[in-house]
Structures are given as C-alpha cells and as structure tokens.
C-alpha cells in the first residue's frame, strides 16, 4: 500500500544535540512537507519541497534544516538552534493534482 | 494571507446526537477548503474536501460539510455521533495549485463523546 513512513515514532533528544527525522513516502507524489504541531496551536510549516533538490523555509524554519535529494525522501534535521523543539512532527505529501495531502503517522521528540 | 478559525476549542456531545463543528477561513481567491481528524498520537486522515460545484461535500465516516462564501464558512456536520468520532478535528485552506500548494490549518475541535 502507497503512503508515508516516519521514523522513529519516539525520540529523545539531549540539549545541544542534532538529530533527524526520517519521511519517505511511496506515493510518487512531488510535494513534501514538514509541520510542527504543539497543542492548541494547530499544525505550523516549517518547510516544504516541491521537486527534488529544492525547499523553502515555511512559518517557523528557525533551528530546523531538510534536505530532499530523493523524491521519495524528505529528512527533517532538528539543529541544536531550535530552543524548543519538544513537539509532534509530521511529514506530508501531495499529488500535482491537489487532493489534499496524506501525512505521515509523526514522530514525537522529547528534550531530555 | 490566508487564515482558519476553528473558534470550539473543546466541544461534548452525546452518542447519537447531532454534531456541528465551526471553521471560518480568510483567502484571497478561490478557496480549496479541507477537513482532517486526527486520533491520539497518529497523523491526520481526510475526512472531506471543496473546492468547486455542489457546496455541500459528502466524505468518509458519514461527515459533511457546507461551503458558505458569504459567510467564508466550511463548517462540519454529522448527523449522529459514534463513540468511535472522539478525536481532533482539524479544518484547513489552501489553493489549487500555486503558492507551494501550503496549507494553513485551524488549531483544531478537540471533540469528546459521551456515551
């Protein structure tokens, strides 16, 4: 079945310490994006990628890095710049012909 | 700049009574409107999308939502709630095409279903 893998669901981070998640996704679909989700506050982007080897900074790119050098893959670096980064994360893509985006079941980071 | 207001935060209901929950957007163009659901710890499903022809949109788990331009509404209907509807419910904007295809979502309608 087509659809999006994130790894790890859980992951800790120590303070100063980089570490990446992983979204690929078998759906052929250009588009990708990565969102950040704290609660009250909705889903917010941070960056996004519409073919491969480009990306643009979304809303909150700060302390955040991505590369897609794949159009199946699209990492998500959390740097030791991103001050606050205990949140949900979720990856998404979306066909050329717009029916919306499918996500990723997220991964969850926990400063420790 | 587009916008979503999702203005329940938390909203109750009974199994088996109606449910209505609220979005009002702001988007410069024609809107391409969506509705997502979101369980604990999980990513979001679809539930329903708009963006031409019949304002009233039929989708998955016996949802439905009504486009209102004059009101920029998309609010989301369900004639009879189920336990198993208990969730996040989360309304989104974006364009067709263009714009780096972004959405913007609301901050989402934490719903619970009383039994």
């Known amino acids: ?112 | 700049a587009q916008s979503v207001t999702q203005p329940d935060i938390h909203i109750t209901v009974s199994e088996g009574a109606s449910l209505e929950l609220r979005c009002n957007y702001s988007y410069g163009a024609t809107p391409y409107l969506f509705w997502y659901v979101q369980s604990p710890g999980q990513g979001l499903q679809l539930l329903l999308k708009y963006f031409s022809g019949d304002t009233l949109v039929q989708g998955i788990k016996g949802f439905e939502a009504e486009f209102k331009r004059s009101q920029s509404s998309f609010n989301l209907r369900k004639p009879s709630v189920h336990w198993s509807d208990a969730a996040e419910y989360f309304c989104a904007v974006g364009p067709l095409t263009g714009g780096g295809n972004k959405l913007t979502f609301g901050t989402g309608t934490q719903l619970k279903v009383e039994l």
């Open chain 1, 1 to 112: 079945d087509g659809g999006i893998t994130q790894s790890p669901k859980y992951l800790f981070r120590k303070e100063g310490q980089n570490v990446t998640l992983s979204c690929e996704q078998n759906l052929n679909h250009d588009a990708m994006y990565w969102y950040r989700q704290d609660p009250g506050q909705g889903l917010r982007l941070i960056y996004y990628s519409q073919i491969v080897n480009d990306f643009q900074k979304g809303d909150i790119a700060e302390g955040y890095s991505v590369s897609r050098e794949k159009k199946e893959s699209f990492p998500l670096t959390v740097t030791s710049a991103q001050k606050n980064p205990t949140a949900f994360y979720l990856c998404a893509s979306r066909d050329e012909r717009g029916a919306g985006y499918t996500f990723g079941s997220g991964t969850r980071l926990t400063v420790v």
